[in-house]
C-alpha cells in the first residue's frame, strides 16, 4: 500500500488562523526562546561563552531607513544560509534542535507570531563560523503567500545574499543571529509595544521577567531602555557608558520576588513543586516591581522555566483561599511548577498547560494542589494569616457565637430542607434511578417542562430513549460533601488592614475558598449597608457620641446579622442533593451576592437590636 501525502493548499490561511489563537505578545516570546535555544546549543558544543540576548533598536536600519525598529540579536550557534532557508521558511519544520515533538519544539513558533505581526518583514542575519547571510520572509500580499523575499542585486535576485563583516553585531564572536521586526508597514515603529497589548515603554521588561521563571546559567538576557518620546530617541546606538537608554537586564520572576520578599521557600506536593514568598508590605513591594511586571496576591504555573500562567485577584485570592491562605492573601505569591513525571504539555500557542489531556484550570488540579500545601502551610505563611486574623476577634470567649448557635438549635428542625415527594399529579419529574428503595432518591426530583406545552404526555419522549443508551452503571461522581459545622464569621475591614484592596468591594460577605465546605465566612465592616445599619441606631441610640454605646450597637448589629448568615450558609447547604441541587448551584446561591441579598434583609434585625439596645440602655423602646 502507499499512501499520497497530505498536503497544505492554503499556508498562508494556516498560518493566520493559528496566529489569531496567540496572545499579542507571543511572538517576543518565540523569538526569545529561539535565541535561548542557540546558546544552548552553542554552550552544548563545548564553547562556554557566556550567552547574551539584546532587544535593542536595529541601529544599522535607522541609520539606512530613518525608522526605528525592534530587533533581537543573540551569539548562539547561528545559522548558515541553507539552514535558514530549511528553517524558516517551512511550518512544522524540525528545527536544529532535532526535538519536534508533543512537549518540545513545534517548529511554528516564530512563524506563527513574528512573521504574522512583521507581514512587511522579518529579517534574520544569522553568522555562522564567521560568515553571514541574511533572508527576509514576509507576507506578499499580491499574492497572497508569506514567504521569503527575493534581494534584487546588481548580479540578479537572491534569496540569501552575503552581509558585509561591518555589520555584525558587537555582541557576536563567530556565530549568533539578529533578528528585525519590520512590522506591517514601512513607517511602523516596532519599538513601540503592539496596541493590542498596551503597556508603557517598560513593554519588553514586563513582558519578559513576567515571562520567564528563571534565566538559564551563563545566558544573559537584555533590554534597551526607551522613553515615551520618539523625538527625544538618539539616532545612533548610545555608548555603554551612556546615562540614559541603556540596557536593563531581565533576571526573571524568581529572582524578582527572592529580592523584595520577606520570606520565601518551596514546599514540595506529591505532583509539583509550590514556590512561595510573602511580602512585609505588598503595596509598597507591588509598586516597586510593577515597572518589572511583579505584584503580590499572585498564582502561576510554571513549565519548562517559564509561566504559562498569571492569576490576579479576584480569582488569585480564591485560589490562595484554596492554598489555606484565608487572610491575608495579598502578602502571598505562589507559583506551582508541576513534576515532569507528569503527563505535561503546552498548546500550540504556549499560552495554557495541559495535564492529561486536559487543560489545568478546568481539571482542577489547584483544588489538589491547594489541599496538599494547606497540610504542608510553612510557618511563614501561616504567621502572617495568624497576625491578620487575630484582628478581626471581637469575641475571644465565644459568647456571641454560643448565643448564635443556641438560637439556631431552637430552630433546629427547620435547619434541614425536606425531601421532595413523588406525586403523579405534580409538575416535578423524577430523574434518574430510584436506588436501594429509593428513600435518598426522592430528592432527586427536576422539574421538567415538556416541549408540548403542559400535561403529561403519553409515549416515551425522545430522553427517555437516549437515558437508555446511557451505561446502566451510571458515571462515577464525586462524592459532595457538605460542612455540617456552623461556619465562623470574621468582621473584616480596610481601616485595620483585615480587608484587602479590591476584596468584597461593597458587597456584604463571602465564604472564604469552597462554598460547600469553607469554615470561615468574611464580613465586610465597609459595606454600606452594614454601615447605614449602624449609623440608624447610632442616631436613635448614641446621638453623643458615647463610645461605649457605640460598641453596644456595633456588637448587636453584628451579632443578629452573623447569626442570619450562619443560618443561610447551613440551610442553603442541605439543599445539595447532586440533582436539583448541584455544588455549582450551591456556589451561586451562597456567592458574596447572595450572601449580600441575606444581610439587606434587616427589618426583623432592626427589631431585635432595638430590643437589646432598649433593655440595656434602660430605656423605653421607640419601636412600634
Ligand atoms: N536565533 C536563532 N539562532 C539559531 N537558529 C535559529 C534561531 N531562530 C530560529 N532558528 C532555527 O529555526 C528553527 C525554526 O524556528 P521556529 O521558532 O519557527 O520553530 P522551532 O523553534 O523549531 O519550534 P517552536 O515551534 O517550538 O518554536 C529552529 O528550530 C532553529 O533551528
Ligand atoms: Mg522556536
Given at each position: 500500500?502507499?499512501?499520497?501525502?497530505?498536503?497544505?493548499?492554503?499556508?498562508?490561511?494556516?498560518?493566520?488562523?493559528?496566529?489569531?489563537?496567540?496572545?499579542?505578545?507571543?511572538?517576543?516570546?518565540?523569538?526569545?526562546?529561539?535565541?535561548?535555544?542557540?546558546?544552548?546549543?552553542?554552550?552544548?558544543?563545548?564553547?562556554?561563552?557566556?550567552?547574551?540576548?539584546?532587544?535593542?533598536?536595529?541601529?544599522?536600519?535607522?541609520?539606512?531607513?530613518?525608522?526605528?525598529?525592534?530587533?533581537?540579536?543573540?551569539?548562539?550557534?547561528?545559522?548558515?544560509?541553507?539552514?535558514?532557508?530549511d528553517?524558516?521558511?517551512?511550518?512544522?519544520?524540525?528545527?536544529?534542535?532535532?526535538?519536534?515533538?508533543?512537549?518540545?519544539?513545534?517548529?511554528?513558533?516564530?512563524?506563527?507570531?513574528?512573521?504574522h505581526?512583521?507581514?512587511?518583514?522579518?529579517?534574520?542575519?544569522?553568522?555562522?563560523?564567521?560568515?553571514?547571510?541574511?533572508?527576509?520572509?514576509?507576507?506578499?500580499?499580491?499574492?497572497?503567500v508569506?514567504?521569503?523575499?527575493?534581494?534584487?542585486?546588481?548580479?540578479?535576485?537572491d534569496?540569501?545574499?552575503?552581509?558585509?563583516?561591518?555589520?555584525?553585531?558587537?555582541?557576536?564572536?563567530?556565530?549568533?543571529?539578529?533578528?528585525?521586526?519590520?512590522?506591517?508597514?514601512?513607517?511602523?515603529?516596532?519599538c513601540?509595544?503592539?496596541?493590542?497589548?498596551?503597556?508603557?515603554?517598560?513593554?519588553?521588561?514586563?513582558?519578559?521577567?513576567?515571562?520567564?521563571?528563571?534565566?538559564?546559567?551563563?545566558?544573559?538576557?537584555?533590554?534597551?531602555v526607551?522613553?515615551?518620546?520618539?523625538?527625544?530617541?538618539?539616532?545612533?546606538?548610545?555608548s555603554?557608558?551612556?546615562?540614559?537608554?541603556n540596557?536593563?537586564?531581565?533576571?526573571?520572576?524568581?529572582?524578582?520576588?527572592?529580592?523584595?520578599?520577606?520570606?520565601?521557600?518551596?514546599?514540595?506536593?506529591?505532583?509539583?513543586d509550590?514556590?512561595?514568598?510573602?511580602?512585609?508590605?505588598?503595596?509598597?513591594?507591588?509598586?516597586?516591581?510593577?515597572?518589572?511586571?511583579?505584584?503580590?496576591?499572585?498564582?502561576?504555573?510554571?513549565?519548562?522555566?517559564?509561566?504559562?500562567?498569571?492569576?490576579?485577584?479576584?480569582?488569585?485570592?480564591?485560589?490562595?483561599?484554596?492554598f489555606?491562605?484565608?487572610?491575608?492573601?495579598?502578602?502571598?505569591v505562589?507559583?506551582?511548577?508541576?513534576?515532569?513525571?507528569?503527563?505535561?504539555?503546552?498548546?500550540?500557542?504556549?499560552?495554557?498547560i495541559?495535564?492529561?489531556?486536559?487543560?489545568?484550570?478546568?481539571?482542577?488540579?489547584?483544588?489538589i494542589?491547594?489541599?496538599?500545601?494547606?497540610?504542608?502551610?510553612?510557618?511563614?505563611?501561616?504567621?502572617?494569616?495568624?497576625?491578620i486574623?487575630?484582628?478581626?476577634?471581637?469575641?475571644?470567649?465565644?459568647?456571641?457565637?454560643?448565643?448564635?448557635l443556641?438560637?439556631?438549635?431552637?430552630?433546629?428542625?427547620?435547619?434541614?430542607?425536606?425531601?421532595?415527594?413523588?406525586?403523579?399529579n405534580?409538575?416535578?419529574?423524577?430523574?434518574?434511578?430510584?436506588?436501594?428503595?429509593?428513600?435518598?432518591?426522592?430528592?432527586?426530583?427536576?422539574?421538567?417542562?415538556?416541549?408540548?406545552?403542559?400535561?403529561?404526555?403519553?409515549?416515551?419522549?425522545?430522553?427517555?430513549?437516549?437515558a437508555?443508551?446511557?451505561?446502566?452503571?451510571?458515571?462515577?461522581?464525586?462524592?459532595?460533601?457538605?460542612?455540617?459545622?456552623?461556619?465562623?464569621?470574621?468582621?473584616?475591614?480596610?481601616?485595620?488592614?483585615?480587608?484587602?484592596?479590591?476584596?468584597?468591594?461593597?458587597?456584604?460577605?463571602?465564604?472564604?475558598?469552597?462554598?460547600?465546605?469553607?469554615?470561615?465566612?468574611?464580613?465586610n465592616?465597609?459595606?454600606?449597608?452594614?454601615?447605614?445599619?449602624?449609623?440608624?441606631?447610632?442616631?436613635?441610640?448614641?446621638?453623643?457620641?458615647?463610645?461605649?454605646?457605640n460598641?453596644?450597637?456595633?456588637?448587636?448589629?453584628?451579632?443578629?446579622?452573623?447569626?442570619?448568615?450562619?443560618?443561610?450558609?447551613?440551610?442553603?447547604?442541605?439543599l445539595?442533593?447532586?440533582?436539583?441541587?448541584?455544588?455549582?448551584?450551591?456556589?451561586r446561591?451562597?456567592?458574596?451576592?447572595?450572601?449580600?441579598?441575606v444581610?439587606?434583609?434587616?427589618?426583623?434585625?432592626?427589631?431585635?437590636?432595638?430590643?437589646?439596645?432598649?433593655?440595656?440602655?434602660?430605656?423605653?423602646?421607640?419601636?412600634?
Open positions: 500500500m502507499s499512501t499520497r501525502a497530505m498536503q497544505v493548499a492554503n499556508i498562508a490561511f494556516l498560518l493566520d488562523r493559528l496566529a489569531a489563537d496567540t496572545p499579542p505578545n507571543q511572538q517576543i516570546r518565540e523569538l526569545t526562546e529561539n535565541a535561548l535555544e542557540a546558546i544552548e546549543r552553542r554552550h552544548k558544543a563545548g564553547d562556554a561563552a557566556e550567552g547574551i540576548i539584546r532587544w535593542d533598536v536595529d541601529w544599522d536600519n535607522l541609520k539606512r531607513t530613518n525608522q526605528y525598529k525592534l530587533s533581537i540579536t543573540d551569539n548562539g550557534d547561528g545559522m548558515t544560509s541553507q539552514q535558514m532557508l528553517y524558516l521558511n517551512a511550518l512544522a519544520v524540525q528545527g536544529a534542535n532535532q526535538t519536534q515533538g508533543i512537549s518540545q519544539n513545534f517548529g511554528v513558533g516564530a512563524k506563527i507570531t513574528a512573521l505581526r512583521n507581514s512587511h518583514g522579518l529579517v534574520y542575519q544569522s553568522w555562522h563560523q564567521g560568515k553571514g547571510s541574511m533572508v527576509k520572509l514576509h507576507r506578499d500580499d499580491k499574492e497572497g508569506y514567504g521569503l523575499a527575493s534581494f534584487d542585486l546588481a548580479d540578479g535576485p534569496w540569501t545574499p552575503r552581509i558585509k563583516d561591518s555589520f555584525k553585531p558587537k555582541s557576536i564572536d563567530q556565530s549568533g543571529t539578529k533578528v528585525t521586526l519590520l512590522g506591517t508597514s514601512e513607517n511602523d515603529n516596532t513601540f509595544p503592539p496596541a493590542d497589548a498596551g503597556g508603557g515603554m517598560n513593554w519588553l521588561i514586563t513582558y519578559l521577567t513576567g515571562r520567564y521563571f528563571r534565566v538559564p546559567e551563563n545566558t544573559k538576557i537584555q533590554v534597551r526607551l522613553t515615551k518620546d520618539e523625538d527625544a530617541w538618539p539616532s545612533e546606538e548610545p555603554p557608558s551612556a546615562k540614559t537608554f540596557f536593563q537586564t531581565v533576571s526573571g520572576s524568581k529572582a524578582l520576588f527572592d529580592q523584595y520578599s520577606e520570606a520565601k521557600g518551596t514546599v514540595q506536593l506529591a505532583t509539583a509550590a514556590h512561595w514568598w510573602v511580602f512585609a508590605d505588598p503595596k509598597e513591594d507591588s509598586k516597586k516591581m510593577s515597572t518589572r511586571g511583579g505584584r503580590t496576591c499572585k498564582v502561576g504555573i510554571v513549565f519548562q522555566d517559564e509561566v504559562y500562567v498569571h492569576l490576579t485577584p479576584p480569582t488569585a485570592r480564591r485560589l490562595l483561599a484554596g489555606g491562605i484565608v487572610f491575608g492573601a495579598d502578602h502571598v505562589i507559583y506551582v511548577e508541576p513534576k515532569k513525571t507528569l503527563d505535561i504539555r503546552a498548546d500550540t500557542a504556549r499560552s495554557r495541559i495535564i492529561n489531556g486536559e487543560d489545568v484550570q478546568e481539571a482542577n488540579w489547584f483544588e494542589w491547594g489541599a496538599e500545601f494547606r497540610e504542608k502551610m510553612p510557618a511563614e505563611i501561616k504567621a502572617k494569616i495568624d497576625e486574623m487575630a484582628k478581626t476577634e471581637r469575641d475571644p470567649d465565644g459568647k456571641t457565637r454560643e448565643r448564635i443556641e438560637r439556631l438549635q431552637r430552630i433546629r428542625d427547620l435547619l434541614r430542607p425536606t425531601r421532595y415527594r413523588r406525586d403523579p405534580g409538575s416535578l419529574r423524577a430523574s434518574g434511578q430510584t436506588l436501594g428503595g429509593g428513600s435518598e432518591f426522592g430528592d432527586t426530583q427536576r422539574e421538567t417542562t415538556s416541549p408540548g406545552g403542559g400535561g403529561h404526555r403519553g409515549g416515551r419522549s425522545s430522553d427517555d430513549y437516549l437508555d443508551l446511557v451505561e446502566s452503571g451510571g458515571e462515577a461522581v464525586n462524592a459532595v460533601v457538605v460542612s455540617t459545622k456552623e461556619p465562623a464569621v470574621k468582621w473584616v475591614s480596610r481601616a485595620d488592614g483585615t480587608r484587602e484592596e479590591g476584596e468584597l468591594d461593597d458587597l456584604a460577605a463571602e465564604i472564604v475558598g469552597d462554598t460547600l465546605t469553607g469554615e470561615i465566612v468574611k464580613a465592616r465597609d459595606f454600606r449597608g452594614y454601615r447605614d445599619l449602624v449609623g440608624f441606631f447610632t442616631k436613635e441610640f448614641n446621638p453623643g457620641g458615647d463610645p461605649a454605646i460598641r453596644k450597637i456595633v456588637e448587636y448589629v453584628e451579632e443578629w446579622l452573623e447569626g442570619q448568615l450562619v443560618e443561610a450558609i447551613m440551610t442553603v447547604r442541605n445539595t442533593n447532586g440533582r436539583t441541587w448541584t455544588p455549582a448551584d450551591i456556589d446561591a451562597l456567592s458574596a451576592y447572595s450572601l449580600t441579598t444581610m439587606m434583609a434587616r427589618f426583623h434585625i432592626v427589631e431585635r437590636v432595638k430590643r437589646s439596645l432598649s433593655s440595656d440602655l434602660a430605656r423605653p423602646s421607640k419601636a412600634a
